[in-house]
């Protein structure tokens, strides 16, 4: 499969996908449901990831997610979502969510979460993506926020396997 040109940050983001809350969003405490925002969260992060390997992505992993401020019946949910960086087969695909209050512009920062999706080829197999272009200060730092990320990640995957391992040795 040849290379395909890098992209841009803008070229794929979704700058303002809304929800609206209704009362069967809600849980016993008269907020939304946080699966409810993981959900819709998931599912706009999963179209930037489309859009910038130009075929289709799988979840392989959400870290990260931060809950700030809850959101409550009658505020919409405003998504805005964005790759971060790009690696031979996968990406970081940045969500930040708002709930803007009915009735005015004020919005409350509510979610932030960081995702990690792999590009599949037809027979199921991970396939190479296009290199991201950061551009802006803001693109470029989330580009280097998003190795620190995957640094961490791999380590503890390697921490866990060293640990399982020992654990295994000792079992014998």
């Known amino acids: 499969m040849a290379e395909s040109a890098a992209r841009s940050v803008a070229s794929t983001a979704l700058h303002e996908q809304v929800y609206m809350v209704f009362p069967n969003d809600l849980n016993s405490n008269d907020t939304v449901f946080g699966g409810l925002i993981m959900a819709q969260m998931d599912r706009i992060?999963?179209?930037?990831?489309?859009?910038h390997a130009g075929g289709v992505c799988v979840t392989a992993s959400v870290d990260a997610v931060h809950f700030l401020a809850p959101a409550r019946k009658g505020d919409v949910l405003v998504f805005a979502a964005s790759v971060n960086r790009a690696w031979t087969t996968s990406m970081e695909v940045g969500v930040r969510v708002e709930a803007e209050c009915i009735g005015t512009t004020d919005r409350r920062h509510i979610l932030s979460a960081y995702l990690t999706?792999?590009?599949?080829?037809?027979?199921?197999?991970?396939?190479?993506?296009?290199?991201?272009?950061?551009?802006?200060e803001a693109e470029r730092r989330r580009?280097?926020?998003?190795?620190?990320?995957?640094?961490?990640r791999l380590r503890h995957a390697e921490d866990l396997r060293q640990l399982r391992a020992a654990s295994q040795e000792e079992t014998r």
């Open 45 to 51: 992060a999963a179209v930037v990831a489309d859009r």
């Open 143 to 152: 580009f280097e926020e998003a190795q620190l990320r995957r640094a961490s």
């Open 117 to 136: 999706f792999v590009a599949l080829d037809a027979a199921g197999k991970p396939r190479p993506v296009p290199a991201l272009l950061a551009e802006s």
